[in-house]
Structure formats: C-alpha cells, structure tokens
C-alpha cells in the first residue's frame, strides 16, 4: 500500500510538479496551496507524511509546522520541509519548528522518493531508474 502525502505549496506548479513526481510511483497525493489550506486538510485526513514549503504568503511553512506539533492528533505527522532556501539559518528555524528534514528545491526525483519512503513508511509501486 502507498503512502498518503500532503504536498504544500504556494505555487501550483511546484505543488502539482512534486504530486506528479509521487504519484507516477505509486503513492496517493493530495495538494494545499496555503497554510490555512494544509490544516484544513489534515483535520479532514491525517496523512503518513507533509511535503511543506517554506515560503508562502500569511502563514509561513514554519508556523504551520508548529501548528501540526502543537496538536496532539497530528504531532506525530513527519514533516518535511521543502525550499530554495539552502542557509543554515532556514535549516535550524525548520527543525527548531518541529521539521524532521529538509529538502532544497530543485529536488531531484531519487532524493525526493528515497525521502517521502524513509518518512511515510509506504513503498511507491515501481522503482525509480
């Protein structure tokens, strides 16, 4: 069975370029496009992991991540968080909000899998070449 992945970004082709990549491998994937999205979406289903970006517009990715830690039902939930941001400053504010990794844009698709199967604990239907 594969994973359930939320995938979180502001921008729809990032979002949509990432669920493509996940989905053409085998796991179920939904998209947010805000923080206020992705909450909503984990209280309608809790999924084995969060793909979240950093960056976005009212509510950062950093906040929503201390939002998922904060809540009993969903602390437990790996996030990953996803950015162009490479400096060690936006890595230590990820993992100081609750992050358990941190992926630089522009992922590469064997990094990208290896992560989502280290994280969810689902298995995508084919191997990648």
């Keep these: 069975m594969s994973g359930y992945i ?3 970004d502001d921008v729809m082709t990032n979002a949509m370029l990432l669920e493509a990549r996940l989905i053409t491998v085998g796991f179920d994937v939904i998209t947010a496009f ?3 999205d992705c909450l909503a979406k984990v209280e309608q289903q809790i999924p084995d992991l969060i793909l979240l970006d950093v960056m976005m517009p009212g509510m950062d990715g ?3 991540c201390r939002r998922i830690r904060a809540d009993p039902k969903t602390a437990h939930v790996p996030v ?3 950015s162009a941001l490479d400096q060690s400053a ?3 504010a990820g993992k100081e909000a609750g992050a358990d990794d941190f992926l630089t844009k522009p992922v590469t698709d064997a990094i990208l899998i290896s992560c989502v199967q280290k994280y969810s604990g689902g298995a995508p ?3 990648i070449g």
């Design 80 to 82: 990953v968080m996803v």
């Design 62 to 64: 950093f906040e929503v």
């Design 6 to 8: 939320l995938v979180v």
């Design 90 to 92: 936006a890595r230590i």
């Design 34 to 36: 805000s923080g206020s």
């Design 125 to 127: 239907r084919t191997s």
